[in-house]
């Protein structure tokens, strides 16, 4: 039997270098279909190791530490299973955003095991996002895990769609059929004991400004334009969704690294 490395990327939910978070939030459905896909591997007779981390201090040091634990086992294919943004879609249209694979090339078990990915999501009625054979040299866990990896973008926080089919199909389904494109048999749910946790909705939080003046931009890039005046030191808001570190308030975004949570 083979071994695999699968992990949800990110630090958890409302942690510094967290994931997207609107409609969905990534660094809780990321780990909830990363512990799906481990479950049907282990189910399958295979080992799989959860090198999802929950504690680095920034991007680069979550990256470092997820290609440290992959890189301490001998494995067959290293997988990271992340959620998609930056459609800004919350009136239906009947299109979800879809899915899509990253990898720095398709050959050997990366090609096979994408493949049947592929179409086992398709099977389930996803949709893929473009070709889903997306490639790049440019993201570090691709070009520093020993092993082959790919890196599964299941689908969009920020797509009313997306979200809606994915809710409607379920984690563990699509966990379901992403270890079985992985291995390239089908799994028997019958041996399956183990089940994830159930899956959960980004909750509304207080933060507390602690920058002498903190401004809010219309996107969360330091090069969007601001919205609004800055807020002033101890000034407390309400953070209604995460993306990429920074917080969405009633006025705009904010940098969370500038602020403590109440």
Not at 56 to 63: A, F, H, K, N
Not at 144 to 159: G, M, R, S, Y
Not at 213 to 221: D, E, I, T, W, Y
Request: with cysteine; proline share 2%.
């Amino acid at each position: 039997m083979a071994k695999y490395n699968v992990h949800g990327g990110h630090n958890p939910a409302n942690k510094i270098a967290c994931g997207a978070a609107d409609l969905l939030d990534e660094s809780i459905e990321d780990r909830l279909v990363c512990k799906s896909v481990i479950k049907y591997l282990k189910a399958a007779g295979h080992t799989a190791y959860n090198c999802t981390v929950n504690n680095g201090t920034g991007q680069r040091d979550v990256l470092q530490k997820i290609c440290a634990k992959c890189n301490a086992h001998n494995v067959t294919l290293d997988v990271s299973i992340h959620f998609n943004s930056g459609r800004n879609k919350h009136k239906s249209n009947g299109k979800p955003g879809g899915f899509e694979i990253w990898a720095t090339n398709y050959t050997g078990i990366k090609k096979e095991a994408s493949k049947r990915i592929i179409a086992n999501l398709k099977k389930l009625g996803m949709n893929t996002h473009g070709d889903p054979y997306k490639t790049t040299s440019n993201l570090y866990y691709l070009n520093h895990t020993n092993a082959k990896a790919i890196l599964i973008e299941v689908e969009f926080v920020d797509d009313v769609d997306s979200k809606n089919i994915y809710k409607k199909i379920g984690y563990d389904k699509i966990g379901k059929a992403i270890a079985e494109g992985i291995i390239g048999k089908s799994i028997d749910s019958k041996k399956v004991t183990v089940k994830p946790k159930a899956s959960s909705k980004f909750k509304s939080y207080k933060v507390k400004v602690t920058a002498s003046a903190l401004n809010v931009r219309k996107s969360p890039s330091t090069t969007a334009a601001i919205a609004r005046d800055a807020y002033k030191k101890g000034t407390t808001v309400t953070i209604k969704a995460v993306k990429n570190c920074w917080g969405k308030t009633k006025d705009g975004w904010i940098k969370l690294s500038y602020t403590k949570k109440c």
